[in-house]
């Protein structure tokens, strides 16, 4: 089975409870919740994402995936390094398969500290074999998977209270101020609520304030 892949980079975790830490993002082509073209946001169930996952042409490269066993994988990068599905939306299988196949096969790699997360808008059932799930769920669409390690909050989101999502069996809870024209208003909410509220933490797009992918 093949999969089609927007791109293939490696960074730093800009988000969330891994911040800071090195990454191989491994992006998926494709989302559920949008077409990706421009004049279908306005009807988008998501329409403030700011992720490009249209095509295989990803600069990062990109392309059709046949994943291969694990065993079968030579290192293409020194060991250490976590591999990270970025989106899920649509095709949960698919990323289970390839975040399991970009594993390290180094000594190093196979220690606890080495991880295959993936983020996931939550609208798919979960995922065997995934070390850290991250939920970031969106308004007007369900809400399938409703446990993991993270839940990460766009914040504000009309249709969605935060109070509502506490109760799920999450370890970490993350309000992420929503980018755009607002970013700074919203960003004070985004603060204001986690001071109001300490179940919750702030998440911030530090990939965007250092200037890397």
Request: with cysteine.
């Amino acid at each position: 089975m093949s999969y089609a892949v927007k791109e293939i980079f490696y960074t730093l975790q800009g988000e969330g409870a891994n911040t800071g830490r090195p990454a191989v993002f491994c992006r998926f082509a494709g989302c559920n919740l949008w077409s990706g073209h421009e004049p279908d946001r306005a009807t988008a169930v998501c329409r403030f994402c700011d992720t490009d996952f249209v095509g295989i042409d990803g600069a990062g490269g990109g392309g059709v995936v046949s994943p291969r066993p694990r065993h079968s994988r030579r290192p293409s990068r020194p060991p250490g390094r976590r591999a990270k599905p970025r989106r899920a939306s649509s095709c949960a299988p698919a990323a289970n398969r390839c975040c399991s196949s970009t594993r390290r096969s180094s000594n190093r790699c196979t220690r606890k500290a080495s991880r295959s997360p993936i983020e996931t808008n939550g609208t798919q059932p979960g995922l065997d074999g995934i070390d850290w799930v991250c939920v970031s769920p969106k308004a007007g669409a369900e809400l399938v998977l409703r446990q993991g390690n993270e839940l990460k909050l766009i914040y504000p989101q009309a249709g969605i209270d935060p109070e509502s999502l506490q109760a799920l069996p999450f370890t970490h809870f993350f309000l992420q101020p929503m980018d755009g024209p607002d970013r700074l208003r919203n960003t004070q909410l985004a603060v204001q609520y986690c001071l109001e509220h300490p179940r919750w933490r702030l998440s911030l797009q530090t990939h965007k304030l250092l200037g890397i992918p």
